[in-house]
């Protein structure tokens, strides 16, 4: 899924993506888009060197980037929540949670870019607002044939679903061995010294993809499971997910989180779970072969959604809404608020942010 040289033209005026910093999400939602779309990429630290510059479009990735909102160099501001916490994690580096964004920053903001509808209804509270998932971007190739493989894969960095099934005395799943998905810079951390030399950091990376497609190469079977995790982070983005589906794994989803929800019509329900009976089952339903027809219809449409062209054309969307709709001074000025769906229709908004959050 490559772009062209006409993909990564940007059809819409001057952009910035700002991240804090260039791991993680900060690559994915920042540098990678950004290079994409033929967008200009800021870090947060050293963005004072573009004093004097200015931009139709500034978007913070994941974390309010307060010396370019103070340095006037964007018309619209617009913030990429990503995982962003609800309150800050100095610890992290994570300076502003989203209770201070709410209290101290939005009215500066023109957008907002979320992962789900309910999100969108739940949080936003610029005139614009979109949904815009995590494009996939690994690495791996699918493996259309998966029948002999016997492995269910946990996915996801902070695993607390491996630990209450082996806790519980699960080894195993409907027959299919347990294995959580490796991290890949807590495992090849280890090897970055070599008889006392650092290693580069690009062996690192590609370490780190191989130990990684080698994971998903062996799974018969995916679970992107977030019960244990607090309820305010139930938003947060579905690729633990959509990634699985992509490489040809049928996956497994925790039913409340908002974001794999969202392709919940694709698969007709049954690849959503709510507890461990449901999830048995399901694995084993798979395993059986009950759900190939279903999964075969689901994949090309979730394929399709996670792509670069459909997340290319998301941001010309928001471009174009927030040329015709943003604001950066107040909500209250523009007369018809923009809030979209995954797919890009238009989605109702009866109440005001204000009214939703009144009582609390």
Known sequence: DKATADE????????????????????????????????VLLYCHTAGGMAGRHFDVVIHVKHVCVKVLEMGIGRHHVLDHVDMTWTSNHVAKHPIGLRNFYEAYAHRFSGQIMNSGPQ???????????????????ECVPRLNRSANRVVGLIGWENLLEKELRGRGFSQLA????????????RVRSTLWTRGKKRSEELLRDESRQLQCAFFDRLRVAVAWNKQLPASRMYEPGQRYTNPIVLAIPTIAYAHQASYNEYNEFGGGHFLCANLSCLQSTVAAIRGGALDATFDRMRPA???SVSWNATRDRYV????????????????????????????????HASTWEERHSQG
């Open 175 to 186: 027959g299919l061995e347990i294995e959580a998905e490796p991290i890949p810079g807590a």
């Open 120 to 138: 969108v209804d739940d949080q936003c509270r610029t005139s614009v607002c979109a949904v815009i998932p995590h494009h996939f971007n690994m």
């Open 302 to 304: 979730v394929v399709a």
């Open 8 to 39: 990564t033209t940007l059809p819409h005026g001057n952009v910035a993506f700002v991240p804090l910093y260039g791991q993680s999400s900060g690559n994915h939602r920042g540098r990678i888009t950004a290079t994409r779309l033929g967008a």
């Open 317 to 348: 969307r928001l471009f174009a809404d927030l040329a015709r709709c943003g604001s950066n001074a107040s909500m209250d000025r523009c007369a018809n608020l923009v809030r979209r769906n995954i797919d890009g229709t238009l989605r109702p």
